[in-house]
């Protein structure tokens, strides 16, 4: 039995109307799920024993944010009980207590953030901060995919070599998360068809949940003699009670090699897979023995979820010394 924090909004649709079902289906794809029938609200970003998660979630939501055409906004997370606004922002939807996501529209060269105008709210006259309640959860799962464990990570890739006869066949064999750890970070939101035909068979053999790591920010995992002492950006896609998936998995690529950099790919259900472009400025680091055998850290996408932005929210480093 697996135990963990995990951290997920609070706010957002029902899980069973027909808005999602249609998104589901139609929409874009969300990473590993496999395909349209596993429900909404199943994706977590996982926290630490205090119920920090590094700023995962707030990289998660500024990499779905409209990028260039976005206007200025902050973005923090912040506790109600302690953290206190100016008294020239106005303040909407503010919860009484507990934890929050803090999007402060602030003011344009005088004029009222589109935010504002939309929501009748021009009386503010240095700007407006709205708040997105925050629940933090303690799980309890049995039949997790750790991937932050070494030897769940070499599982891991000994599958994806498995399901290699019907996806990628020209691909050598691999039995190191090593081998496999670039082909993880497709840029692409909501994955590509190689994390949806991972997905897939993970349901498909019964896997009850995986806990992955982040593509949108600076992520890796701290292993002292075996044993996990530290992580930050992290995920994990719950699927206990999905059923089985309806879809199949697919011929992905004729490559004879497995991506060394993360990487974007051509958009899910494009008949011809086309070339994968490589990123070879987010960099991997392993340390493949000694004590430290198994960590890893990945360097690079923070700053690319942040360059569409102009700006980043600012967290304490991760593992700077130690991998």
């Known amino acids: 039995m697996s135990q963990f924090l995990a951290a997920l909004p609070s706010w957002g649709p029902a899980p069973h109307n027909l808005l999602d079902d249609h998104y589901a289906k139609w929409g874009r794809e969300r990473r590993f799920a496999g395909d349209h029938t596993l429900p909404r609200c199943r994706y977590y970003t996982l926290c630490g024993a205090s119920g920090e998660d590094h700023g995962t979630l707030l990289y998660e939501l500024l990499a779905y944010s409209s990028g260039s055409h976005a206007h200025p906004f902050i973005i923090r997370e912040v506790d109600l009980g302690i953290e206190e606004m100016p008294a020239n922002i106005a303040q909407y939807e503010r919860p009484p207590a507990g934890r929050a996501i803090r999007v402060t529209f602030p003011m344009l060269r005088a004029e009222a953030h589109p935010y504002i105008s939309d929501k009748g709210l021009q009386s503010a006259t240095e700007g407006v901060a709205v708040y997105l309640p925050l629940n933090v959860v303690k799980l309890n799962v049995d039949g997790v995919l750790d991937l932050r464990d070494p030897a769940a990570g070499d599982w891991f890739a000994a599958h994806c070599s498995t399901i290699g006869a019907k996806c990628w066949p020209l691909r050598p064999p691999i039995s190191t998360f090593r081998d496999v750890l670039p082909s993880l970070f497709t840029l692409r939101l909501g994955g590509d068809d190689f994390t949806k035909n991972v997905g897939l068979s993970l349901r498909e053999f019964g896997v009850k949940g995986l806990i992955y790591p982040s593509t949108r920010m600076d992520c890796g995992v701290i292993v002292e003699h075996g044993v996990v002492v530290e992580w930050a950006g992290w995920h994990l896609v719950d699927f206990r009670g999905s059923g089985q998936p309806d879809g199949r998995l697919r011929f992905l690529s004729e490559d004879d090699f497995w991506p060394a950099h993360a990487g974007l790919t051509n958009p899910l259900g494009t008949l011809t897979p086309g070339p994968r472009i490589s990123y070879s400025d987010i960099y991997f680091h392993h340390t493949p023995e000694g004590h430290l ?24 480093e991760f593992g700077s010394e130690s991998v």
């Open 293 to 316: 055998r198994g960590s890893w850290k990945v360097e690079g996408l923070s700053r690319y979820t942040t360059a569409r932005l102009g700006g980043a929210p600012r967290f304490k």
